[in-house]
């Protein structure tokens, strides 16, 4: 059973930093992309970040670009989020994601809060 | 960037109606879409991949249409278990985009 497993959300003030893991498990992890999305309480979903399998390749969505960095190690089955210069509107439900054969993402974690406030 | 309208961001509907949820792309993304389904405090979940192929374990009152800019998911009879809300997702290339959002409502 694929499972994704993210960690690493909390209670962060404006400016601060956070990094967030995904662990899975179910799947061999090293053969697929990964990405990011996000949802603030009560909003939609928002697209954040993808990395491709050897992380060769990197994309951002122009919201977070600069100030937060994608990254893996296969070796352990993790994906990672370094979030830096967090703002409120950075306060959300934080989601680890395959991507599929299709190319659209077909497993989804269970999520990580992220609260940004002073 | 390639935007995703969805409509409508709200519904109101009765267990056994049949709904249309529609999404637009600002151009053509070919058959690059895929519809979630989200219940509240719940990640979403896959429902149908490009554009209309079901996803397994999915039940066949949900399918998808479309191609280039116009689609639709279509739920044939609601269940009661249907009541959430649903997104598109585009997937054509980067940056990936969702829909708004539609919630169905009783």
């Known amino acids: 059973e694929v499972q994704l497993v993210e960690s690493g959300g909390g209670l962060v003030q404006p400016g601060g930093s956070l990094r967030l893991s995904c662990a899975g498990s179910?799947?061999?992890?090293?053969?697929?992309?990964m990405n990011w999305v996000r949802q603030a309480p009560g909003k939609g979903l928002e697209w954040l970040s993808y990395?491709?399998?050897?992380?060769?390749?990197?994309y951002y969505a122009e919201s977070v670009k600069g100030r937060f960095t994608i990254s893996r190690d296969n070796a352990h089955n993790s994906l990672y989020l370094q979030m830096d210069g967090l703002r409120a509107e950075d306060t959300a439900m934080y989601y680890c994601a395959r991507l599929g054969g299709a190319g659209d993402i077909d497993y989804w974690g269970q999520g990580t809060l992220v609260t940004v406030s002073s | 960037d390639i935007q995703m309208a969805q409509s409508p961001s709200s519904l109101s509907a009765s267990v056994g109606d049949r709904v249309t949820i529609t999404c637009r792309a600002s151009?053509?993304?070919?058959?690059?879409l895929g519809w979630y389904q989200q219940k509240p405090g719940k990640a979403p979940k896959r429902l149908i991949y490009?554009?209309?192929n079901l996803q397994g374990g999915v039940p066949s009152r949900f399918s998808g249409s479309g191609s280039g800019t116009e689609f639709t998911l279509t739920i044939s009879s609601l269940q009661p278990e249907d009541f959430a809300t649903y997104y598109c997702l585009h997937h054509n290339n980067y940056p990936y985009s969702f829909g708004q959002g539609t919630k169905l409502e009783i």
């Open positions: 179910g799947f061999s992890f090293s053969i697929y992309s």
């Open positions: 990395i491709s399998r050897t992380s060769t390749s990197i």
């Open positions: 151009q053509g993304i070919r058959n690059d």
């Open positions: 490009n554009a209309s």
